[in-house]
Structure formats: structure tokens, C-alpha cells
């Protein structure tokens, strides 16, 4: 690191847990944020702020008025550009050292298989089950740890789904894809501003703490907001054997 670096990064390295070394896994990192919406906006700033080392933000929407209410990382003067343009712009602005790479695709098939695999953590910041699932067989198959978040309404959710530990759940073990759910969108039910931005800042501090191998992660817990009442619930949440995305093919991987 040089000077400026230790500077800009030194409230982190005075930290006795993350010091330099982890300061330096944070600059060696790649963060996949699938979503520069309301969760993406706050974990890709908080992840650009800490210095990850490249951060690639992956949106196909375009800026619309009906979101600065909530995706801070778009201005009214942005609407109508691309989301992951705009937000490469905010993201820069904080920290200019970092590589972005804007992507405006819906990624899927072997396109996100890969961009999964050259990433250290993956953030799920989308708005829907089919992209959530797809994100994480990627994961699972990768062995890539993915930080889920979710908010509608006034209630939040947040968990990570580590494959790499023996007997993890994914995501597919708490909610099964062949289940028919209904797609409660921000569009049609509305949500509450501060709610993603507190749940996206949770997937930023979780995604930090797994680049360092800090602390103890939310694997195995799925922790809920009820933002009305402002109280948490968590519930654990175990491995399905029968999963079949993580439970064959954890199999096929123990030696
Ligand atoms: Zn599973």
C-alpha cells in the first residue's frame, strides 16, 4: 500500500481485526453485485469506499425517476442512462483506485458461471426468484460464497449461503425452485426508502468479513427485519439432503 492508501483505508487498519493484511484482502478481492438497485447502491458504495480491489456491478434497467427514492447511487440528473453506468460514475467518485466493471446484461448460463468463478464473493442484489436461483447454482457450483439480501414492504432479509463449509444450505435449500412463490415486487407493493439501504449495507459488511475470514458469518441463518416494529428474527435454517442444487452435487465433492 502506498501512503495515500494507508490513508484513505487507515480507520481500517486501526481496526485490530482487519489491520493491514486484511486491508489487503479487501484490496485483493473481486465482488460480483448482481443489482444496482436499492440493495445493490448501498453494499457497492460501502464496497468501493473499504477499497475492494475490482468490483463488477451487473444491471440491464435504465434510471427512472420511481427509484431515487431508494438507489442512492442514482441522481435525477442520471435518469434514463444505464444503471451500472450511472453507478460506475457514484462509485468512482468515492474511490477512483478501484476497477469497476459495469455490465448491462441479465447475466445467465455459462456467461454467469464464469463471471461467478473470477469472483471472491457474490452479492445478490436482484428483485427476483429466477435470477436468484440461477445466481446461486452459479455459486454452488463455483464453490463462491453468496450474500442474499431481499426487502419489500417494511420487512427484510438477509443470509449467506457458504457451500465451501460441509453442511451449509444454499439458497435453494430454504426456498426450493420448482415452488411456485409470488413475485412481490418493489413496482407493484411499494418499500420503504432506509430498509434497503439497511439490509444492502449488511450484504457489504458480511462480504467484507467473508474476504478477510472475519468473524462469524450469517451461513445457516436467515435473519428477518420487521423495519414496523424495527425487530429482528432470526431462524436457522439447515442443509436439505435432498436439495437439488447443493445435495447431489455436495455429495459428488466430498472426498
Ligand atoms: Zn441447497
Known amino acids: 500500500m502506498n501512503d495515500n492508501q494507508l490513508l484513505r483505508y487507515s480507520r481500517h487498519i486501526l481496526l485490530d481485526q482487519i489491520g493491514i493484511e ?24 460501502y464496497l468501493a469506499g473499504a477499497g475492494i480491489g475490482k468490483l463488477t ?26 444503471k451500472v453506468d ?10 477512483p483506485e478501484i476497477e469497476i466493471v459495469a455490465l448491462k446484461e441479465r447475466l445467465q448460463g455459462e456467461r454467469l458461471q464464469a463471471l461467478v468463478h473470477s469472483a471472491t464473493v457474490v452479492l445478490d442484489c436482484s428483485d427476483n426468484f429466477k ?3 440461477a445466481v446461486n447454482s ?15 414492504s417494511f420487512d427484510g432479509q438477509l ?28 413496482s407493484t407493493m411499494g418499500v420503504f426508502a432506509p430498509l434497503v439501504g439497511i439490509i444492502g449495507t449488511m450484504q457489504a459488511a458480511e462480504a467484507l468479513k467473508l474476504v478477510m475470514g472475519l468473524g462469524q458469518s450469517a451461513a445457516g ?18 442443509k436439505n ?15
Open 221 to 238: 441463518r436467515l435473519l428477518l427485519l420487521d423495519a414496523l416494529a424495527m425487530e429482528w428474527n432470526t431462524i436457522g435454517i439447515s
Open 86 to 95: 450511472s453507478a460506475k460514475i457514484s462509485l468512482h467518485a468515492i474511490n
Open 22 to 45: 486484511g486491508q489487503q484482502k479487501i484490496l485483493a478481492a473481486h465482488a460480483l453485485v448482481i443489482g444496482a438497485g436499492g440493495l445493490g447502491s448501498p453494499a457497492a458504495l
Open 131 to 133: 435470477t436468484r436461483h
Open 57 to 82: 456491478i451487473v444491471d440491464d434497467d435504465e434510471v427512472d425517476l420511481t427509484n431515487l427514492q431508494r438507489q442512492i447511487l442514482h441522481t435525477t440528473e442520471r435518469v434514463g442512462q444505464n
Open 138 to 152: 452459479a455459486c454452488v457450483t463455483a464453490g463462491v460464497p453468496l450474500v442474499s439480501g431481499a426487502a419489500i
Open 241 to 255: 439432503s435432498d436439495c437439488p442444487v447443493c445435495g447431489s452435487l455436495h455429495s459428488k465433492l466430498q472426498h
Open 159 to 186: 443470509s449467506v449461503f457458504d457451500t465451501r463449509t460441509k453442511d451449509a444450505p444454499c439458497y435453494a435449500c430454504l426456498f426450493s425452485p420448482d415452488q411456485e412463490f409470488e413475485e412481490a415486487q418493489c
